[in-house]
């Protein structure tokens, strides 16, 4: 088992940043990567930044590149998200999730971003 805690959401005029992070603990040698999701209602969740845990090669999805980074840190037990240029459009609930072969299992319990116009 893996046990994923986010925090760092919050309230964020459009322009500004926020770094959410996420802290593993568990079986976390048996995770091969970990993710960035978001979800707003009615909507499905979006995949928007991937980290390899491993080597530490990073994705993003078209929507946030340039803007978010993610990053992890050496002890491989906290996963980090920059999000920087907010937008409204960025506005829901990101989760974090960890990966165990291609599959993500363990997930976190959300946390709200707001971005206000």
């Known amino acids: 088992q893996v046990q994923l805690v986010e925090s760092g959401g919050g309230l964020v005029q459009a322009g500004g940043s926020l770094r959410l992070s996420c802290a593993a603990s568990?079986?976390?040698?048996?995770?091969?990567?970990m993710g960035w999701f978001r979800q707003v209602p009615g909507k499905e969740r979006e995949l928007v930044a991937d980290?390899?845990?491993?080597?530490?090669?990073?994705w993003y999805a078209d929507s946030v590149k340039g803007r978010f980074t993610a990053s992890r840190d050496n002890a491989k037990t906290t996963l980090y998200l920059q999000m920087n240029s907010l937008k409204p459009e960025d506005t829901a609930v990101y989760s974090c999730?960890?990966?165990?072969?291609?599959?993500?299992?363990?997930w976190g319990q959300g946390t709200q971003v707001t971005v206000s116009s």
């Open positions: 568990g079986r976390t040698f048996s995770t091969s990567g």
């Open positions: 980290i390899n845990w491993n080597i530490g090669r990073t």
């Open positions: 999730a960890a990966a165990v072969g291609s599959k993500y299992i363990y």
